[in-house]
């Protein structure tokens, strides 16, 4: 498809449990972001890639997420030892240039993970 | 730390109302930008603005960068259920700080 695809749509795990959460970014877009948002807020960054290097991982939670990006392009969001505080939208943008003013962010629909 | 403050939180009003949105900081950003997002989907950019002072038109939708560039504006005139969703602030500061949104609702 033409825009960042993200996967699975929804994910409910129990409390413990590690998840792994994966985005498509598009094609020959070289940077890559992980943003959280809870319900109804607004988005907070956990990471960002430039190519499969991330610059900036300050928005990483705790040591229990971790990310990575191989080939330029796919990107995985690893979450261990699940706690119910992760519970939130995971969503993951894409764009052509590394980051500046200018720049625009293509979002993915994201994935809803659930923590029971 | 960069904080935008962004309000009001909730909006519910009729169809061909006016309202403003206000994003407010104590920061300075590079830039800011406004998303618009609906339910199950990730946000669509609406706007940039680079410029202290500049204002950009979106049809109805009117967008204003503050002089000091620490805060902005969204003006929509005659709102349509069509406009109905989150609307989020974003400024860039090395990396892009998100306003906790404004859940707007149109009704006819």
């Known amino acids: 498809g033409a825009g960042v695809s993200q996967s699975p749509s929804n994910k409910v795990t129990e409390k413990g449990k590690d998840v792994e959460l994966r985005c498509d970014p598009i094609s020959g877009h070289t940077a890559l972001y992980w943003y959280r948002q809870s319900l109804g807020q607004g988005l907070e960054f956990l990471i960002y890639f430039q190519g499969n290097s991330a610059p900036d991982k300050s928005g990483l939670p705790s040591d229990r997420f971790s990310a990575e990006r191989t080939g330029g392009s796919v990107s995985t969001l690893t979450i261990q030892r699940t706690q119910q505080e992760d519970s939130a939208v995971y969503l993951c943008?894409?764009?052509?240039?590394?980051?500046?003013?200018?720049?625009?962010?293509?979002f993915g629909p994201g994935t809803r993970l659930t923590v029971l | 730390t960069q904080l935008l403050e962004q309000s009001p939180q909730f909006l519910s009003i009729q169809e061909g109302e006016n309202l403003t949105v206000y994003c407010n900081s104590s920061?300075?950003?590079?830039?800011l930008q406004w998303y618009r997002q609906e339910p199950g989907e990730g946000p669509v950019l609406l706007v940039t603005?680079?410029?202290?002072?500049e204002v950009k038109k979106l049809k109805r939708l009117t967008f204003q960068f503050g002089d000091a560039r620490k805060d902005s504006s969204l003006h929509i005139t005659a709102a349509q259920p069509g406009d109905t969703g989150l609307y989020l602030c974003a400024g860039y500061g090395g990396k892009l700080i998100f306003g906790q949104g404004t859940e707007l609702s149109v009704k006819p």
């Open positions: 603005v680079v410029t202290g002072g």
């Open positions: 920061s300075v950003f590079s830039s």
């Open positions: 943008a894409s764009s052509s240039q590394g980051t500046n003013e200018y720049n625009e962010q293509f």
